[in-house]
């Protein structure tokens, strides 16, 4: 193999780690990990609603009579059902929108992973789903919500303001 070769297959190999790594990106893969976690909890929140802080009378009956805790000596329901029922339906509202525009998204991160953890306890054979949750949520929360978020713009202007001072 002539030098001309080597460069032109090493000139190939560069070409297509400098895609690989444009497209893996930090901040892309922190958007994507926002993004994924973000969507099945909205979904489940939006089937428990009927209008503004209106909940279904089914995110009710599931709270009151089809979930349960599957904790040892259980399973036990759920206690103050309306209560849970309204308290998860706005969560699943709340904390993904919050991570889609990557506001507080530690924050948002913690609270679904935290949810995750009360969801496996009652469908405790969706662990492989759940442990793909946990996964994105506990990634979210060590790296943050990386440079294409309100997070991180927030935290430019709060520098450039503490550095004014």
């Known amino acids: 193999m ?40 909205w ?11 209106q909940l279904n009378d089914v995110a009710i009956f599931l709270f009151s ?18 209560l849970m029922a309204f308290a998860s339906a706005s969560a699943e509202i709340i904390l993904p929108t919050l991570l889609v525009f990557g506001f507080a998204s530690r924050l948002a991160a913690t609270g679904l992973l935290v949810m995750t ?9 969706g662990w492989p789903l759940h442990i793909t949750w946990a996964a994105m949520a506990l990634g979210i929360m060590a790296w943050g919500s990386g440079r ?15 550095d004014e001072r």
């Open 65 to 82: 009579e089809e979930f349960k805790l599957h904790l040892p000596g259980g399973p036990y329901g759920f206690p103050a059902p309306e």
């Open 43 to 53: 979904r489940s929140g939006v089937n428990k609603w009927d209008g503004f802080l």
């Open 2 to 41: 002539t030098g001309i070769e080597r460069r032109g297959i090493g000139g190939l190999v560069e070409w297509v780690n400098g895609i690989v790594r444009t497209i893996a990106h930090p901040s892309l893969t922190q958007l994507v990990l926002r993004l994924a976690l973000a969507v099945p909890f």
């Open 148 to 162: 294409l978020s309100l997070d991180y713009v927030a935290e430019k202007l709060w520098m450039r303001r503490a």
């Open 117 to 125: 953890l009360i969801v496996q306890l009652t469908v405790p054979d």
